[in-house]
């Protein structure tokens, strides 16, 4: 007999989603706490929890690394300019020695020392969208991948359900585990729905240039991105002379950019080719205003500071994908719409874990009973690839505030210590098999929670009690309030999982032993 189309779904929503389920968890979760990237990057590096400065900001007292720029053979330098979510200058470049970040004093322009992390932003954030795979963007494809398959699940999950919103207004913890757990996924689907479509629909858009080749490639008929890029965004580029060359006054470009657009704020500059004769500088104009990117933006000759080009509008169609770039990325600092997002972003994460936990709850008996190990498999790839990433991150805050600041590759270390933790949760959930795996790292979770807070206090003295009373200081109480949240949630996670273990100790911890 032939599957129904519906049933045809319904097998393609559960193997997507248990083959990309903990894939996709870790694009959620790493993308969630992205929303707060710059608030988690000032708890993480204690030197920028400065207030914002008023008055206008020197860029040329910024240039302190451009000749570290030029002597590392660096392709660009860029300055980021403070904002009310990260008060601090910050100058960037990759070159010879990989990755290089410092933050600056804006109201003097000197360094404010290495803060010995990637932060969120250096870290978390491009976890979210490439893995930290860079060979071959290897990330990149497999993030993109999962994506596609979020989108399947997201149909899928609308077809096969017949009563998706009437579920919607229906959850009964007091039933039995596999009833409550289809409930709550169905709440998390139907609540997150048109946010999780949008949003992995752009995040596929953004990456167009790698995933979508072939359509740019046959209108514009190059295979040069940048003759691409120069035509679609409207952008300026030029060779390099290959001989040396001295960068005119930056604050006198921006004192241009300011009278193009009278009332902007700049949001950061880019030098490209440093310490060329041929050195040219784009300086783009804020949107934290605005959902869409910003596309006003200026490009002048780096030895004169005369203005080669200026940008205000795109056509139409990039029109629409800075939109969709912006409405992705969310740099701009409207906090009503940046909580929305966070916790849509949670519901997705609830969204993916419970369709895991439904998919073992089903499972499991008639698996014990035809003495099949496959729930056993799933289950410690769920178990890891869920709580297990949650328990990595916090033990990432942990070492961040526990290795001294000044230690030698101390941002090489909390990364290894993320990737550590995080492969120990999948080791300790193929040993301790069942609701033990899910109790345990419940409790980690809990622990690590409560013990980021208290370093944090200890190691900076910026406690709750004081950091609640400072405004400059609010977004270091936020992230020490959501730890503490998570750690109650997580309390009571493991308690109920205790609690429904001596209830049925042979249905919940037997069976796992024998899967």
Known sequence: MEPTFRQ?????HTWAGVVVGGLLFAIFWMGTLSVFDKEIDRWMAPSTRLAMPSGTLSLDAQRSTYRDAVADRAATWNVFLPNDRLPVARTAWFGARGIQSHYHDPADGHELGDPGTLAASGFLYPFHYHLHLRFMNLGLWLVGAASMAMLALCVSGVIIHRRIFADFFTFRPERRPRRAILDLHNIAGVLGLPFHFVITLSGLVIFYNLYFMSGWVSAYGVTNLRTFNQGAFSSFARPKANRPGELASLDAMAEQVRRLWPGSELASLTVFNPGDAAAYVQLNVSNADRITSTASTAFFDGATGRLLFQRSELAPVMTSFRFLFGLHVIQFQNWALRWI?????????????????????SRRKRHVSLGLHGVRVVEALAVGGTSGIIAATLAFFVANRALPANLADK?????????LAWLATFVHAGVRPGVRAWREQAGAIGVLAIVAVTLNAVTTGDHLLRSLTQPYLWPVAGMDILLLLCAAIAAVTAWRLRAAARLTPLAVEGTAEHA
């Open 341 to 361: 997002y966070f916790v849509l972003g949670v519901a997705g994460c609830v969204l993916i874990l419970t369709g895991f936990l439904f998919w073992l709850e």
């Open 8 to 12: 045809s779904m319904n097998w393609l």
């Open 411 to 419: 941002a090489a270390l909390e990364v290894w210590v993320f990737y």
